[in-house]
């Protein structure tokens, strides 16, 4: 559990910081996550839950300052992203 808590800890820190997006911040919770589940009991359980929504709250109110924003080339890498009605037209 506090391999899992120091990992998270580092890719929220990394969040913060404008680092990483918020498309790499979940891919990285998620393998740590993922990661950690085989090691952890059922009394694990409850510890990993208030790990995980704390992290989440703290990424929500980031977000929430960050305001709105286009996704950047990264986050979106198949390109702009069309109204429908513009898309099945085919055009561009």
Known sequence: MEKFKLET???LDSFMKGDIGFPQYITAT??????????LGNLDIPQ???????????????ML???????SEAENPV??????????RGEN
């Open 9 to 11: 800890a580092g890719i």
């Open 48 to 62: 990993l839950r208030a790990v995980m929504l704390g992290n989440h709250n703290t990424v929500m109110e980031e």
């Open 30 to 39: 998620d393998a740590a996550f993922a990661g950690a589940m085989p090691r």
């Open 79 to 88: 390109g702009p992203v069309l109204p429908l009605k513009q898309a099945l």
């Open 65 to 71: 300052r960050r305001g709105p924003s286009e996704p």
